[in-house]
């Protein structure tokens, strides 16, 4: 049994689809690389929390990192990622602790989407409002001191008019009490890997322990978006009007219809902050950025960045389902190959002008022994590219469970190459020994 290892294709020939794509080159591939035995590889903290306050941090500093080079932005933390592939597509103290302000109500909102998912709340349930709720101070809904309001306004009043007061109603109606729904915050947050976070209160209020990161706060808007789409509209309504007062959204992105959600936040410790999402094609992005100037700074600086994500980089499809891109010889058979291929798209997420660098080969054992089996997995195809992420196509994230909570899935490695399984084609018979088997070895003639 020897290991066949061989170099397919490299360059935009890999990227042009279609059979033609990949045996165009293998017979080149073929004389290059011939069988051989061995495992050779051919390797391609602050005073108050709300909106509207003036205060000013300290922005700059160094540019952030991408695939492509550094980048300058006057956000103190960034975190911005693909969202089908789970790549980073550029990142700035990402994992360091920073003030999440109102950013903290997506993780309450993610809270509260599991509860009205597993039946425990309904949309037209009323709760009601404590003289806590009622003097919390900051942004608010203006919930009514004594009275009691639908579950689905105070989601529109916590998500679109980013209301402290509608956060606590929540907080207290789901747990009894806001510190007893922090405990369930930081649970959720932990079983979702988000492991730079811990949750003083529901709103962002500041406190001492309270803090996220801007790859966790990626984090959640990304488990938002795929965990709870029946409720992810509420983050793009553009205004809400409760109480005789109507406010809109303070997420300029979505009111300018660049983007469809999530949030926006401030405290005078963490300056201005902004998670949005949008999708474009069949792409979408998520972005968090934290510690800007002023609001003004937030909007400009959050629409620049996220177009400069679309605009370099795009989804390249490597390898389609069914290709077939090798022949492989088969030991015993009925017939002297079957053709090998892949059983799913095989799909990474590039920079613009990076196809020419992306090199695809096969690994597998070789002759294979009949009888083959369609669908049968044999071996291994690798999609290498110097110094680009991998993009793996992501698992199936689990459904929720009762409390909202879904199991933490895989994240794709940040690499330079995907490995995905080689398929056989079609299947092949078994038969006895023969001349052959001495062929297929590479026997003949000694």
């Known amino acids: 049994m020897q290991t066949r290892r061989i170099l397919l294709a490299s360059g935009a020939a890999a990227l042009a689809g279609g059979v033609s794509g990949l045996s165009g080159n293998l017979d080149a591939a073929l004389a290059a690389h011939p069988r051989r035995g061995g495992h050779a590889t051919h390797k391609p903290a602050a005073s108050k929390a709300t909106e509207d306050s003036g205060a000013v941090v300290a922005t700059g500093g160094a540019p952030a990192t991408t695939p492509i080079g550094p980048v300058d932005t006057v956000a103190r933390w960034v975190c911005i990622v693909d969202f089908n592939s789970g790549i980073v597509l550029m990142e700035k103290a990402a994992d360091d602790r920073m003030p999440p302000s109102s950013l903290t109500k997506m993780m309450t909102a993610y809270v509260v989407f599991g509860m009205l998912q597993s039946g425990r709340l309904k949309l037209d349930q009323s709760l009601p409002v404590s003289e806590r709720a009622w003097r919390m101070q900051g942004s608010k809904m203006f919930v009514p001191l004594g009275e009691s309001v639908a579950v689905e306004e105070l989601i529109q009043g916590m998500l679109i008019q980013s209301g402290n007061d509608a956060c606590i109603v ?13 405990a369930l915050m930081n649970d959720t947050a932990a079983k979702l890997g988000m492991t730079n976070s811990h949750f003083m209160n529901s709103t962002g209020w500041p406190a001492e322990g309270h803090y996220m990161s801007a790859r966790d706060v990626s984090t959640i808007a990304t488990h938002l978006i795929r965990d709870f ?9 553009k205004d809400f009007k409760f109480n005789k007062i109507s406010q809109g959204n303070r997420n300029v992105l979505v009111d300018k219809g660049l983007a469809d959600g999530l949030k926006t936040g401030h405290t005078d410790a963490g300056g201005f902050g902004l998670c949005a999402s949008s999708l474009r094609g069949d792409r979408r992005v998520v972005m968090a950025l934290n510690g800007m100037a002023s609001s003004n700074e937030r909007a400009h600086e959050g629409e620049r960045l996220l177009s400069w994500a679309f605009a370099n980089f795009e989804t390249a499809t490597i390898v389609r389902k069914g290709q077939i891109v090798d022949q492989a010889p088969v030991w015993m058979g009925e017939a002297r190959t079957v053709p090998v291929a892949v059983a799913r798209d095989v799909t990474m997420v590039l920079p613009h002008g990076w196809q020419s660098r992306v090199q695809v080969g096969v690994d597998y054992s070789s002759p294979l022994i009949a009888p083959v089996a369609a669908g049968q997995e ?19 994230t689990p459904a929720p469970s009762a409390g909202g909570v879904a199991p933490i899935a ?7 190459s995907l490995s995905v399984p080689l398929i056989a084609s079609e299947g092949t018979g078994k038969l006895g020994f023969g001349g052959r088997v001495a062929y297929r070895l590479g026997l003949g003639g000694h």
């Open 410 to 416: 895989p994240q794709p490695p940040a690499a330079t």
């Open 229 to 237: 789409p029946q409720y992810y509209h509420y983050f793009s309504e």
């Open 378 to 396: 044999i071996g291994r195809l690798t999609v290498t590219i110097a110094g680009a992420p991998a993009a793996v196509p992501p698992a199936p």
């Open 170 to 182: 929540l907080a207290e109606g789901i747990s009894g009490s806001e510190e007893q729904f922090v």
